[in-house]
């Protein structure tokens, strides 16, 4: 692997060839993340515009598969709030699996329309929009993009990109920051969505600095010479893109919100998940459906908020279900933040790593206690085991095992 850094991107590395991800337990381990160069941007487009130290509420709208969500997380305090949404339901797994490997426990993630989150007026500090977009900034990766590609697509495209930014634009707050990407060279779906978003709302344009070695360029839109910054793959490092920043302006007060009562553990559940959970967090306990679950204590009135207005696919970290006075712990809790440090950890080789992430059976050299088990490599856990007498459950989810031979 390379050691050059996306010179946008403080935790971005170029890589000389592209690996089998799949086959690195590190990559499961939600060690990191794949994403395109170009798109580690909206890094710039964060710090630049908005302050990082102050507690936030952000909304990544067309989220999936998470590759904005996790940079995003990882800027972020933990007193912030990301509401992670994806429109398409078949789209949410995938996006539910990359913020479960990132393990923080500050992340909303839902499955709604952008006109919903009209229901949340002034709510939001800061909203990403990386749009559903033409893609022609895909030419070069996938030439099979091109024959994909037309004029009527482009004006489709816009007038969806149009609706989206309509209908989310509430739940915006007075001074909050809008910023919209796209991986299209179209100007119908970049400077003129930012002319439209200045004709439409009075938004104002947020000028970006740029270091001349980066090959970015800075263009103007033709009416209200509002800034957008292009990539272009021959000028940089990385494939086509298009981002642009706003402030709004337009007064807008915080909505009255309804709350959903949260409903709390009976004692017995609390004694055995506060167990098994690390006391340096403060956190907040509270049931999905027949599991249990837990987020930051700092987030329990936005939860019942959110939990009131949208349909919400994952909230903090579930821990799993209560069996008599075990809890039968969830993958989500093996790769949080938040795992109690005295839980069992079995250490494993790279080839038993992938035997466990294959969901084949494990052998192991020597005894370990009974009872349930992290399985880590190079000290990241990957997920669950028990351990029993004669042998060892393999509890990696069925749904996430590697399929691949390599």
Known sequence: ASKEQVPWCTTGRYLDERPSFIADPLFHAGCYYVQEASSMFLEQALKQTTDLNSTLRILDLCASPGGKSTLINSLINDESLL????????????????????????????????????????????????????????????PNTIQQWSESAVELCSQRQQRILADVYPALKEDAVLIYSTCSYSKEENEVIADWLCDEFGMESLKLQLDPDWGVQE????????????????????????????????????????????PSLNKNVLEIVKDLTNKKHDLYFFPVGDEYAAIDSRHITDLA?????????????RLGKIAGKDLIPDHEFALSLIAHPSINKIEVSAAQAINYLR??????????????????????????????????????PKEMRILKEF
């Open 305 to 317: 908020i959110l939990q009131a207005k949208l349909y919400l696919k994952k909230s903090g970290v």
């Open 219 to 262: 263009t103007r839109s033709d009416k209200h010479q509002c800034f957008g910054y292009r990539f272009y793959p021959n000028k940089v490092k990385g494939e086509g893109f298009f981002i642009t920043c706003f402030r709004k302006k337009e007064s807008t007060s915080e909505g009255k919100f309804y709350k959903d009562r949260l």
């Open 83 to 142: 509401v992670s949404n994806e429109i398409i339901k078949t789209r949410v797994p995938p996006l539910s699996d990359n913020l479960t490997k990132w393990g923080t426990l500050n992340t909303i993630v839902s499955n709604n329309d952008p006109k919903d989150f009209n229901r949340l007026e002034g709510y939001f500090d800061v909203l990403v929009v990386d749009a559903p977009c033409s893609g022609s900034g895909m030419f070069r990766k996938d």
């Open 359 to 396: 969901k084949d059976e494990l052998k192991l050299e020597k005894q370990y206690p009974a009872g349930w088990a992290l399985i880590t490599y190079q000290n990241y856990p990957l997920g669950w085991v028990k351990v029993l007498p004669s042998r060892i459950n393999n509890y990696y």
